[in-house]
């Protein structure tokens, strides 16, 4: 496992960063094989789980007049799994970004992020008479493609030297676009309140709250169909 990272400020008030990372496992897990006379073939080895994760991109922060920094950025992420169903994914990640630190007890962010994600699916190779021929219709959320779009809004607090407490709220809208049977769309609303409260030079309390609704959409089919 490895990352660079090239951080620079070519021009005035522009700050960049450049980004790699690669992230790999090499499972060493036994494996174990199971004997069933009665089933074909009758006996079965177990695949060991291995992951690899290749992600890079760019952010660009742009120091505006008025206190105002405006971010952006893009991150292509792929992995590879050791997976029947979905073995693939491509991630393509644009963020964008607005901050404002015009009052010295307050700072204000709003964000607004894009997710395009693509799926290598592989059908199973079964006769039609199979039960598990329902697997070319399920799409499992976790790998499946989506499109995704998240906007988040934050207040940071510092009305006393030793406090400083934040709210934050968030809306997500997800959309599985190749999914059949599955999940098809997930929303989501929240907001979470965060408190520190330094009591003490070595001593500091902590406190916050998280809220969400969430709102799913499914598609479900049982056997026999």
């Known amino acids: 496992n490895y990352d660079f990272t090239l951080v620079s400020t070519p021009l005035t008030g522009l700050d960049t960063k450049i980004f790699y990372k690669h992230y790999e496992t090499d499972n060493r897990s036994d494996r174990i094989t199971k004997t069933d006379t009665t089933a074909s073939p009758p006996s079965f080895t177990n695949d060991l789980f291995d992951y690899r994760k290749d992600r890079y991109g760019l952010e660009l922060g742009f120091r505006l007049p008025a206190r105002f920094t405006l971010s952006t950025g893009y991150t292509y992420t792929h992995v590879r799994r050791q997976r029947e ?8 990640l644009y963020i964008v970004g607005l901050r404002w630190s015009g009052l010295d007890f307050m700072v204000a962010r709003l964000e607004y992020e894009r997710l395009n994600r693509s799926a290598d699916f592989h059908t199973p190779e079964v006769a039609a008479t199979d039960p598990q021929i329902m697997e070319t219709w399920i799409r499992r959320f976790d790998a499946a493609s989506q499109d995704r779009d998240t906007v988040s809004a934050a207040f940071d607090f510092f009305p006393l030297e030793d406090l400083n407490f934040g709210v934050a709220f968030r809306w997500r809208d997800a959309k599985y676009r190749d999914t059949v049977l599955g999940l ?3 929303k989501a609303e929240g907001f979470n309140f965060d408190i520190r409260y330094q009591l003490a030079k070595p001593l500091n309390l902590y406190g916050s709250f998280d809220y969400e609704r969430a709102k799913q959409y499914q598609f479900q089919r049982q056997l026999p169909f």
Do not use: F
């Open 184 to 186: 098809r769309e997930s």
């Open 85 to 92: 169903d979905i073995p693939e994914n491509d991630d393509d």
